[in-house]
């Protein structure tokens, strides 16, 4: 609010001092009228006018930004020092007090003074015309006129003592309407009665009102010098002050004598006037760049991919000392949940799910908290995300001691021996990987055919059951493909590789017998039919390889044969590996038609490919893991 008073009084100073340099002083009175009132209206309006402007934001940058973390960002800071007395003065409440004083102090001086006039109306004499009426009053006053109403002093209009010119001059303020100007500025100074630029605006308006009026009479009289005396004769401060209702009306006496005197006198030329009236075209518009406002509204224009940046609005809380800020404008309590409602129109479901504020407070009491949670809560915003809360949680409790047993565990992990595997992770959400590998800048097909990765993510958004099959993960750039139907999977891959870490499996035919062998790191183990350690000749090792691969199948140990027969004869073995701080590598095998049945890409009966994506386990350096295909290729060194 007041930024906004700055700016309309700033605009209000301009415009005045242009009329004062420029066209107080020229004989154009009836573009001046219209000139003022503009700009009152102006003033109040340019502050308000905001332009949307579309801004192209980088690609890479668009898709961080809609990622937003999975809790709120809250940041909680202790009060630093004790509040000072000074810092407890409610000041919004106190200017608001002196501004509702001085309001009513206005307002019962409008009100009297209409009333006074309305009365003056009623209880005199009324003679009706064809464009006015007068009003022939006992009070010792000079002519003056409020709308059609021209009041006289009745012992003077009786004996003919009013001048024809005092009476044209009245008649001009009736038929030209001043009245309504002079109540139109009356209601902004009613409102702004603490801004002096609307008296000055007031005073200008009202004598512009007299230069009418003599401009009017001046075209019926041959010499101005008589009506100039009439003129003289007729000022009087002292009625003036005596009689407020006058300020509402148009007075014969009103305003600088002198400046009307020479006014009169005053011709401007055709081309001067035009000059000066279409200078106020820049003036408006410098304005209007100057103190209107600018939003910037970002926009992905022709890109390849979409962020739910386009639909969310940015949400920062701010809570100082109990008041609440949203996005650097305060807000009060009842409305703090009707604000946030409208800044999230039109967000989809996934949207009020994926997004969260960010949220800082300081110096704000419990109890202050809870009244802003209990709104917070009646948002779409908390609903959405099961009654989520803008207090933080409270910090977890320190873990306890390890007991024996986890210290024995820990002690036969650092040997390199493995108690028991970590449980196998859990499948990342199809439009996760869609979204993540959109950043890495992957190349997308829908049915064999190229789409641009906005398609891909609105693929996934409306439609459930699709496949997705992903290759070169750990490259520059992948491809994914989606498909209605089941992705058969090929049987010529035999290695697997994501970003740090790969492995590679196979058979290969030494001196008649069929080795398996595992490569990870860099290091290749055989293993022989009857699942032995071998070298690469198939001799048997005279002792265990301690960083051999360890071999697990649905959490239970098993032999590099067996593992070796499930990979040969099951397509539908995910496989993931692991590798200890000590060097040794361990390989998980999993049936996903059995682990995996309630998956939306799981399509019954038919081998779809299921990509589980790097993820992070206790204690260990790698992790990959992947649907490893039947059948591998044999190897060659």
């Known amino acids: 609010m007041v930024l906004y008073l700055l700016k309309s009084t700033a605009c209000l100073t301009i415009f005045f001092l242009f009329y004062k340099g420029l066209l107080e002083n020229t004989s154009m009175h009836r573009f001046k009228r219209f000139y003022l009132l503009g700009c009152l209206i102006l003033s109040f309006l340019i502050p308000s006018i905001v332009f949307v402007q579309y801004v192209d934001m980088p690609v890479v940058e668009t898709l961080q930004t809609s990622l937003p973390p999975s809790e709120p960002n809250t940041v909680i800071s202790q009060p630093a020092k004790p509040i000072s007395d000074w810092e407890t003065i409610n000041f919004p409440l106190l200017a608001w007090s002196v501004y509702g004083f001085g309001l009513s102090l206005f307002s019962i001086r409008f009100g009297k003074n209409l009333v006074d006039i309305v009365r003056r109306i009623r209880r005199n004499q009324k003679i009706k015309e064809t464009s006015h009426i007068k009003v022939l009053i006992h009070e010792q006053l000079p002519p003056h006129t409020f709308l059609k109403y021209i009041f006289l002093e009745k012992e003077k209009f009786q004996s003919n003592a009013l001048d024809s010119e005092v009476l044209l001059h009245e008649e001009t303020h009736a038929m030209q309407r001043h009245t309504y100007d002079i109540l139109f500025v009356e209601i902004i100074q009613l409102l702004l009665w603490f801004n002096p630029l609307v008296y000055l605006f007031k005073h200008s308006i009202k004598l512009n009102h007299e230069f009418l009026a003599d401009e009017a009479v001046l075209r019926k009289l041959d010499s101005p010098k008589t009506y100039q005396n009439t003129l003289l004769s007729y000022l009087s401060a002292a009625s003036q002050s005596k009689y407020q209702s006058i300020t509402m009306a148009s007075a014969i006496h009103y305003s600088s004598i002198k400046k009307r005197f020479t006014i009169m006198r005053k011709q401007t030329s055709k081309k001067v006037k035009l000059i000066r009236m279409l200078l106020i075209l820049p003036l408006v518009s410098l304005l209007l760049l100057s103190f209107s406002e600018t939003q910037y509204v970002p926009r992905l ?229 009857l699942g032995q350690s071998v070298d690469a000749t198939g001799k048997p090792l005279p002792e265990k390889d301690q960083n051999e ?25 995910q496989v993931t590996s692991e590798t200890s701080e000590s060097g040794q590598s361990s390989v998980f095998l999993s049936n996903l038609l059995v682990m995996d049945s309630t998956n939306p890409n799981n399509t019954g009966g038919v081998v779809t490919l299921l990509l589980i994506f790097p993820m992070r386990w206790p204690r260990t350096h790698h992790s990959t893991s992947a649907t490893i295909p039947s059948a591998p290729k044999k190897h060659t060194n």
Request: without cysteine; neutral net charge; hydrophobic residues 30%.
């Open 301 to 529: 224009s022709n890109a390849p991919i979409i962020s739910t940046d386009d639909v969310q609005q940015r949400i920062y809380i701010k809570i100082n000392k109990g008041q609440i800020t949203v996005n650097e404008k305060k807000v009060a309590l009842n409305d703090f949940a009707k604000t946030l409602n409208q800044m999230t129109k039109g967000w989809e479901k996934i949207d009020y799910t994926t997004y969260r504020p960010d949220i800082q407070i300081w110096n704000t009491s419990e109890a202050r908290l809870a009244e802003i949670d209990k709104e917070f809560k009646k948002t779409r915003l908390s609903k959405a995300n099961g009654g989520m809360s803008i207090i933080p949680p409270n910090p977890p409790a320190p873990p306890a001691p390890p007991t024996p047993e986890e210290l024995e565990e820990e002690e036969s992990l650092e040997n390199g021996s493995f108690t028991s595997p970590p449980p196998p992770p859990e499948p990342v959400h199809p439009l996760d990987h869609v979204i993540a590998m959109a950043k890495k800048g992957a190349d997308f097909y829908f049915e064999n055919r190229k789409i641009s990765s906005k398609e891909a993510i609105d693929l996934l958004k409306k439609q459930k059951n699709l496949n997705i099959e992903t290759k070169g993960q750990g490259s520059s750039k992948p491809q994914v493909r989606i498909s209605k139907n089941p992705i058969t999977i090929s049987k010529t891959s035999n290695t697997i590789e994501t970003t740090g870490f790969s492995i590679k499996t196979g058979t290969e035919n030494v001196n008649g017998e069929q080795l398996f062998y595992t490569t990870s790191g860099g290091k290749t183990h055989y293993f022989n039919g």
């Open 549 to 573: 691969p360890a071999f697990y199948y649905n959490e239970k140990v098993i032999s590099s044969d067996e593992a070796n027969k499930l990979l040969s004869s099951n397509t539908s073995i």
